[in-house]
């Protein structure tokens, strides 16, 4: 299964610290945002991935790149942990980069991998949201679609003064943790939610999907929105939403970006010794 990570966001909410760093680079702890989720790919399976970029996106492509002057410096002085940790970023997946030349939105980004992705069912993973889990989120979602042969979408369940961030499902309990939904609601207020249950970064799309994008005509801002061409594609194909198991943190808030950063370092025994506190996770 392919995977298509769009990328060619401006990260305005983190202005100034991605004026000139892609928002996706930000740094959790020792790795870039954006390497958890290429991460959670590979631990899928996944690893014939596309990423959407856009101008001053360059760094990504340097990331998963190999950097032979590194490796020859690390390589004389004896560090064999690092460099065999930069040579496995540059080799566990076949990353390929799309521009997106117009910052169109969501569903225009997604329907620029149209041609790479073929005719087959393929995962979307937001590079701004990272799930943390044994058993990866992404992977989840692939054998919903598998066993339902429909579209599937990740939700989790958000406390109303966060209802309106999100993107919301109006679905029908099919068993534990799997909905089928009506409808969706883009950013509705807390009175017009039909559930608590927002979708989140992750999705695995029926190839159909990109007749629904070809359909749809922009929105808000002259931007076309995935979600208007998730509601047809729900009204016409079908759509499941999956509350999957895991930590999700959302990199595009500045405080979750911070309790990324501490949860996960205070797991590390590398770190946390220094750090001088960890986090409760039955108080999570």
């Known amino acids: 299964m392919k995977v298509v990570i769009p990328a060619a966001g401006l990260g305005i909410r983190f202005l100034p610290a991605t004026k000139a760093q892609p928002k996706e680079m930000l740094p959790v702890v020792d790795k870039p945002a954006i390497q958890y989720v290429v991460e959670e790919a590979v631990a899928s399976g996944m690893t014939d991935l596309i990423i959407i970029t856009g101008r001053g996106k360059r760094a990504i492509e340097d990331h998963f790149d190999r950097s032979y002057e590194l490796e020859h410096k690390l390589r004389d002085s004896g560090n064999t942990e690092a460099l065999e940790e930069v040579q496995r970023i540059a080799s566990m997946a076949d990353i390929f980069y799309i521009r997106q030349k117009e910052q169109l939105g969501l569903g225009h980004a997604i329907l620029c991998a149209k041609k ?169």
């Open 116 to 284: 790479h992705v073929g005719n087959e069912p393929f995962a979307v993973m937001l590079g701004d949201d990272i799930v943390i889990n044994d058993h990866p989120c992404i992977g989840q979602l692939a054998e919903v679609q598998e066993e339902m042969r429909s579209s599937v979408v990740g939700v989790e369940s958000v406390p109303k003064s966060k209802i309106s961030r999100y993107g919301v499902i109006d679905g029908k309990k099919v068993r534990k943790g799997l909905y089928k939904v009506r409808d969706l609601i883009e950013k509705p207020s807390p009175e017009e939610a039909p559930s608590d249950l927002a979708i989140i970064g992750r999705y695995v799309f029926e190839p159909e999907i990109f007749t629904y994008l070809e359909k749809i005509g922009p929105g808000k801002d002259g931007e076309y929105q995935l979600t208007d061409a998730m509601k047809l594609l729900c009204r016409k194909k079908g759509l499941y939403g999956l509350k999957f198991a895991g930590r999700r943190f959302d990199i595009g808030s500045k405080a979750d970006w911070i309790r990324a950063i501490v949860e996960l370092s205070s797991e590390r025994k590398d770190i946390s010794s220094e750090l001088g506190f960890t986090i409760n996770k039955k108080n999570r």
